[in-house]
């Protein structure tokens, strides 16, 4: 399976407080940037502008409601990150296994 990496998604994602914030709104089936900070050791400012990145993403939908804006996560764009992630893990691993087998075939040569 070829998937093409997209770096500002890898950004996005590679920041924990993001990351956690994607955890809230699966789990909570969405949330303004107010419920959001209630929740994280962060401001309501700083919520938004993680906000900002994973709406500029596509990991989130934004819905007005009211004063305040729901934030949902949009599942295609999040199991495409899943993807990327899974393919890199894939390709790591092969690498892994083959600098493993180099390191042992060194090692007997220098046993025997």
């Known amino acids: ?12 994602v590679g920041d924990p407080t993001r990351r956690r914030m994607l955890d809230l709104l699966l789990s909570g089936g969405g949330g303004t940037a107010t419920t959001l ?6 401001t309501r400012q700083a919520v938004a502008k993680h906000l ?7 990991l ?12 949902e996560v949009d599942e295609a764009q999040l199991a495409r990150a899943v993807a990327q992630l899974s393919s890199v893990g ?7 296994h083959r600098i ?13």
């Open 100 to 112: 493993k087998r180099i390191a042992e075939a060194i090692q007997r040569s220098q046993e025997g």
């Open 52 to 58: 900002g990145v994973l709406h500029r993403v596509g």
């Open 1 to 12: 399976m070829s998937v093409t990496i997209d770096d500002e998604l890898w950004s996005a």
């Open 37 to 42: 900070s209630e929740q994280l050791p962060v």
């Open 90 to 96: 894939a390709s790591w691993d092969a690498r892994l």
């Open 60 to 71: 989130v939908h934004v819905t007005p409601s009211g004063r305040e804006r729901l934030y």
